[in-house]
């Protein structure tokens, strides 16, 4: 399994970005996916999560109705758009798998390397 994102750079504060993770070992419709973030001296947190079937997704309070994680089920390839981007958004963006169809209550399997975002103000 592997998981390859990118997209990252550098965004003004109210600006949009979309990143990309290209999933390889499984297909997107089976496993639960997701987007994960850690800023400069915090925790890496959960931003997005969706399940395999694409019937139910996670967001963070601190993105809900800025962010979303489409997917391309022909592509293999999931997707965060991210609009009006706050300074507070800049961090190493990481996708990850999980090996059940749900992430409710679940770790993530398998992770890719993190892309930046910078958000400036």
């Known amino acids: 399994v592997q998981l390859q994102a990118s997209g990252g750079g550098l965004a003004q504060a109210g600006g949009s970005l979309r990143l990309s993770c290209v999933v390889s070992?499984?297909?997107?419709?089976?496993?639960?996916i997701g987007w994960f973030r850690q800023a400069p001296g915090k925790e890496r947190e959960g931003v997005t999560c969706?399940?395999?079937?694409?019937?139910?997704?996670y967001y963070a309070d601190s993105v809900k109705g800025r962010f979303a994680i489409p997917r391309d089920i022909a592509k293999n390839t999931m997707y965060l758009q991210m609009n009006s981007l706050k300074p507070e958004d800049t961090a190493v963006y990481y996708c990850?798998?999980?090996?059940?169809?749900?992430?409710?209550?679940?770790?993530?399997?398998?992770w890719g390397r993190g892309t930046l975002v910078t958000v400036s103000s």
């Open positions: 990850a798998s999980y090996i059940s169809t749900s992430f409710y209550r679940q770790m993530p399997k398998y």
């Open positions: 070992g499984f297909s997107l419709d089976r496993y639960a």
């Open positions: 969706i399940t395999g079937t694409g019937a139910s997704t």
